[in-house]
């Protein structure tokens, strides 16, 4: 079976570091470029880490820039969770100083137009540059075969009681791309909550011993730290969730669903609102990752770490 032409579209990012690790390992998987966008940190440091990743690899894959804010509103960050340069305070150093010269949204329609219905994005940030290119390409729903998010929860959020901080971080934007006409798999927090790994797993891949599995390890220490501070032991892996469903939904439960995103709530701005059985029986548009096999995540992330 030939690997899924890809772009992987994200705001480096603690969580997108690990799954960058992984995406280079995944012979599911064809990345055929890199976007960034604002998010967990602002624009010009993830575009630096996502190009420092890169190096890092030596992972021969394009980065394009992309959205500095939000499509409408203020810009929000995570920098309390993911450090104020995003990556826990590591410095990503490398000498590749210039992104291509396109930008995110022109990239994605082009390589759509190569792909000729191929192509699947992977949006592990908010989703401003999707929404952008949509804005931009009427003819780009037709070329897109599947969009994987991890954005979103059927239940409760993270950055507010309502909404997660993905869709939160840009709500339009994610409106526009869940009424695309793009089959949208959302990958929240139903199911990213519960791909978790344990500080003795994360020991388990730093024994490994290659530098990738040494960074793995440090890179997600200060969350490690975060997350116990709130009662939780270990972390939640919800970009490399995202990214294991895109490239073998076999480990993952979804339900189709109508999905669209509230943009007008004074206190559930940003909520995916989520059809997955009410009697108004929305037009299904997606599908919702409901529950994960934890041990079989696990494994596989093991098993794709031990290839360095």
Known sequence: MNPIPVILDCDPGVDDAIAFLLAKQLPELNVLAITSVAGNVALDYTTYNALGLVEFLDWDVPVYRGAGNPIFRKRVEAAEVHGSNGMAGIDLRHSREEVQGVRAWDAIHQFALEQQGALEIIGIGPLTNLAMAFLKYPDLPGLIRRIVIMGGSASTGNATPSAEFNIYADPEAADIVFTSGVPVHMCGLDMTMKALMTPDEIEQVAALGSKQALFFRDVVQDIVSFMRRIGITGIN??????????????????CPAGIRVETK???TLGKTVTDL???????????VAVDVDREAFVRRVLELMANY
């Open 277 to 287: 059985f009410s009697d108004a029986k929305w037009q299904k548009n997606g599908f």
């Open 265 to 267: 709530g004074a206190i």
């Open 237 to 254: 892996m919800h970009d490399p969730a995202a990214l294991l469903y895109a490239a073998d939904g076999s480990m993952f439960k979804a």
